[in-house]
C-alpha cells in the first residue's frame, strides 16, 4: 500500500494594483503616470522650447522666423551674416559689454569672497556682543529686494564721489549677504566646535585658528560663494543701469536692453540701422556664454560646497 503526499502548490504575489491575467490595468495606478507626463510637457513647453528657439533663431533670416516652423534650421551661411551684423553695432560694443561683465562681476567676486567667508566664520564660530543683531541684519538684507537698495546706494556713492565709475557698481556687487550666510551654515554645520577649541587651548587667537583651521576647511562654500556671486552681479541690470551713464561702460545686460531699443519691435521710431530677432537672439546667446563657462569649469567644486554641509564632524 503506498501514499501519495500531494505537494503544494506555490503561491503567485502579485503587486499591488497589478492587473490579473486578462484584466485591464487599475484605473488609479494609470492616472499618477498621465499627471506626471501633463506636468513635465508643461515645464518643457515653457522652458525648454523657448531655449531651442534661441538656439535655432541666429541661424535663420527674421522673415523665416516670422512666416516659417517655430523650431527650425536655418543655414551657417544666414548665422555668419548674423554674426556680422552683431559684431557691427556700434562698432563692435558688446564684446565692449561683456568685457566690462567681466571687470565688474569677477572684481565684485573677489571681494565677496574675501569679506563673507570670513564674516560667516565668525557669526557661527565665535561669541561675541551683537552676534545676534548681526545676523539678524544679515538675514533681513538678503530677504529685501535688491531693486529697494538702489537709491540708497546711489545716494551713497555720490557723497563718496564714487558715481559713474566703476566702482559704483563694483563695490554693491561685492556686498553679498547671502554669501555671509552661506559660510555662516557651512561652519555650523561642519566645522566640530571641539577642533576649534584645541587650537584655542595650544595658544591660537581665533584670527590664527581661521587661517589654519577655518579658511583651509572652507574651500568647497568658497567655490559656492564665488559662483554665485558672479552669476548675480553678471545678470544684474538695475544698478548698472543708474549709477553708469557711458555707454562705453554698460555691462552686458544693460548693453542688451539697448540693443532692443534700436530694435523696430520695441522701438517703431528706430532708424535705418536696427537689429532683428536673429541678431537678438545671438545677442543673447553670445552674453551667456561666460556664465557658462565658468559653471563648467566649477560644477565638481559647486556639488562639493553643495554637499559638504550636510552633515557635521
Known sequence: MTTTLDSPKPSIRRRPGAAR?????????????????????????????????????????????????????????????????????????????????????????????ITCIPAGYALAMTRFRLRKALLTATLLVMLMPSATLVLPLYLEMDAFGLDGSAWSVILPFALYPFGTYLAYTYYVATVPDNLLDAARIDGANEWQAFVHIGLPLAKPVTALVAFLNFVHSWNQFFLPYVMLPSSGQYPAQVGLSNLLMTSPLFNSATGVSHILRPEIALAALVTSVPVLVVFLFAQRSLVEGMTAGATKG
Request: proline share 6%; net charge negative.
Open 21 to 113: 491575467g486578462g484584466e485591464p490595468p487599475n484605473v488609479a495606478s494609470v492616472w499618477p503616470k498621465i499627471a506626471w507626463v501633463i506636468v513635465i510637457g508643461f515645464f518643457l513647453c515653457f522652458f525648454v522650447v523657448p531655449i531651442l528657439w534661441l538656439l535655432l533663431a541666429p541661424t535663420r533670416t527674421d522673415h523665416d522666423i516670422v512666416v516659417g516652423a517655430p523650431l527650425a534650421f536655418g543655414s551657417f551661411s544666414d548665422l555668419a551674416a548674423t554674426w556680422d551684423h552683431v559684431m557691427e553695432f556700434q562698432s563692435g560694443a558688446i564684446i565692449t559689454w561683456i568685457g566690462n561683465s567681466a571687470w565688474y562681476s569677477f572684481a565684485g567676486m573677489a571681494i565677496a569672497v
